[in-house]
């Protein structure tokens, strides 16, 4: 089973700290200009914080902000590794008072694959503001990343019960439900799953992967005419997406409508030839293709059509034993 997301887990939306923006370029949307105005500004609170001048705690509070807010520059920019340190700068100097800096450290460890060290941020960027009172911490996007962590080592309950707190702090977190559904999708909970992908189409009646994905779970409980309707407007969305006619030709096989079928093949064929042009390696998917377009023509009883395209198969993969066998069972040579 093919799942469609909208994307994997890129730079996430790094939370600013407050009053970030009001100290000049440190936290400006050039990540360069910010990373080198929050030096400056490292620079000029270490010395007050080591002179003692003005009050210690709002020192460190200072200075935790002018690291956080570089950090958040560093990630924009790719550079990990500079970032979870400045989270870390932060946190040391704020361990109780800064959850977005929790925040911001697991997402750093998540893009860098680092999935342990990000739960455990997000356990307590989460722990620190229960409630989410503070403005700069989105509690929802908390659960839902921690929830993306826990997904990636397979952890589904956990996940879950993650987007199911983020979904009730923010009913409109779109990824969330979208999340939650291809985890139910895993699980086998298609009806739980299809729930949560109408939620998405109403939130965004445009996302492509949530028409696709709900369509899967219709067609898994066995709703071939709701699995269309959703693959046909996912393809009036996106007509290039060769899987969605893939998909969608096969929910026609199972209503025996084998002329539909061959449309949807025969309009899968022509976007792989155009990938093919671009990517030798879309082989595979052309052959199974053309075997599936085969396929359809036999149950039609169209057998010469059959015969044609199995031999395509057979040449554009020539280890395919579907094909060979095919043509032996209708007396072809290939």
Aim: glycine share 8%.
């Amino acid at each position: 089973m093919i799942l469609r997301t909208v994307c994997a887990m890129l730079l996430v939306g790094l939370a600013l700290p407050a009053g970030a923006q009001s100290r000049g370029d440190c936290g400006n949307p050039d990540p360069d200009i910010s990373i080198a105005a929050c030096t400056k500004r490292i620079q000029s609170d270490s010395a007050d914080l080591q002179a003692g001048r003005g009050m210690i705690q709002a020192a460190a509070a200072r200075l935790a902000t002018d690291y956080n807010t570089r950090g958040v520059a560093y990630a924009a920019k790719g550079q990990y590794d500079e970032a979870i340190a400045d989270f870390g700068q932060a946190i040391s100097l704020s361990p109780k008072n800064f959850p977005t800096a929790y925040f911001n450290r697991g997402s750093a460890y998540a893009n860098q694959g680092q999935d342990d060290p990000a739960i455990a941020d997000f356990t307590k960027a989460i722990a620190l503001e229960p409630g989410g009172a503070d403005p700069e911490f989105k509690l929802a996007f908390a659960y839902n990343y921690r929830g993306n962590a826990y997904e990636r080592k397979g952890l589904y309950d956990q996940a879950i019960a993650d987007f199911t707190q983020a979904v009730t702090l923010n009913p409109r977190l779109e990824r969330a439900y979208e999340n939650r559904g291809n985890d139910y999708l895993r699980k086998g909970l298609y009806e739980l799953a299809a729930a949560d992908f109408s939620k998405v189409i109403a939130l965004d009646s445009r996302n492509v992967a949530a028409y696709y994905n709900r369509a899967l779970a219709q067609a898994h409980r066995g709703l071939y005419d709701e699995a269309i309707a959703d693959l046909t407007q996912q393809i009036a969305l996106a007509p290039a997406d060769a899987s969605a006619h893939d998909r969608r030709a096969e929910a026609y096989m199972r209503k025996g409508q084998f002329d539909q079928a061959i449309a949807d093949y025969s309009a899968e064929i022509a976007i792989h030839a155009k990938d093919m042009a671009l990517h030798p390696l879309f082989a595979p998917q052309y052959a199974a293709a053309y075997g599936n377009r085969a396929g359809a023509y036999e149950r039609k009883g169209t057998t010469d059509a059959a015969i044609a395209d199995w031999r395509a198969a057979l040449k554009l993969e020539p280890r395919m034993q579907s094909a060979k066998e095919a043509l032996a069972r209708l007396g072809a040579g290939p």
